[in-house]
């Protein structure tokens, strides 16, 4: 395999996990085609650790917002034999609930986001992902 193959391979997991957050059912089998088993989930907020309870975590997560829209940059892939580490940003905006009488702006936030990936039997998966907040504005959820 190229090198550049490689690179598109492992970034597309990123971009796989980013429109997955807005877009695609988050069941196990998402999971299993992006993390491996030993997988840790850093944010600013919380973390997670391991591949059980990863889509509990998400949707706990994503449950607080009425909708969300996560826009990426494309990751820069170093790949070391069947090790990996990628870098990109991300913008993330998360639409409130709304309650009557009530108007809040959106909760829009700049992340800096780092990870891992291993090459394991099933293929590339993400082993670790990573989020530093650059920025925010609006409110957080309530």
């Given amino acids: 395999m190229k090198t550049s193959h490689l690179d598109a ?9 980013v429109l997955g957050l807005d877009y695609d059912k988050l069941d196990d089998e998402w999971a299993s085609g992006l993390f491996s088993e030993d997988v840790l989930i850093e944010f600013p907020v919380s973390r997670h650790a ?7 975590y998400h949707q706990k997560a994503l449950a607080m ?21 990628l870098r990109a940003n991300m913008t993330s905006v998360h639409m409130h ?8 702006p959106h909760y ?5 986001i780092t990870g891992d990936a291993v090459y394991t039997e099933h293929g590339w998966r993400l082993s670790r992902l990573s989020f530093e907040l650059i920025w925010k504005t609006g409110n957080p959820p309530n």
């Fill in 9 to 17: 391979e492992i970034s597309s997991l990123l971009d796989r996990y």
């Fill in 50 to 56: 391991g591949i059980d309870g990863l889509v509990e």
């Fill in 108 to 112: 829009v936030s700049g992340t800096y």
């Fill in 65 to 85: 917002w009425d909708g969300t829209h996560h826009q990426n940059t494309p990751a820069i892939v170093s790949i070391t034999a069947d090790r990996a580490t």
């Fill in 97 to 104: 609930h709304q309650r009557e009488g009530e108007a809040l």
